[in-house]
Nanobody, 119 residues
């Protein structure tokens, strides 16, 4: 059974930094691509960043390029999102997701962690 537990979200001032973590279990983490998504109030969930199993390929939404960095630790079954130069528009619930290696879809999600950036 896939389990994803996000942590690290909190209230931070604009320009500040946060590091989100996602602890994964119930699947072969070291062979699975992972991603972060976010959902702001009244908006649809959107892609933020992804990382392949070996950390050789990372992708970012244009809105976070140069500010956010995704990483993973396959020994600890964790994926992180380092967020710098935060803006009020980064305020959202951030979700960790597992990519299905066959379909490419993101089928499993965590419960989310709230990030609030004050201006």
């Amino acid at each position: 059974q896939v389990q994803l537990v996000e942590s690290g979200g909190r209230l931070v001032q604009a320009g500040g930094s946060l590091r989100l973590s996602c602890a994964a279990s119930g699947f072969t983490f070291s062979r699975t691509a992972m991603a972060w998504f976010r959902q702001a109030p009244g908006k649809e969930r959107e892609f933020v960043s992804s990382i392949n199993w070996s950390s050789s390929i990372m992708n970012y939404a244009d809105s976070v390029k140069g500010r956010f960095t995704i990483s993973r630790d396959n020994a600890k079954n964790t994926v992180h999102l380092q967020m710098n130069s935060l803006k009020p528009e980064d305020t959202a619930v951030y979700y960790c997701a597992v990519q299905n290696r066959y379909s490419g879809n993101y089928d499993d999600w965590g419960q989310g962690t709230q990030v609030t950036v004050s201006s």
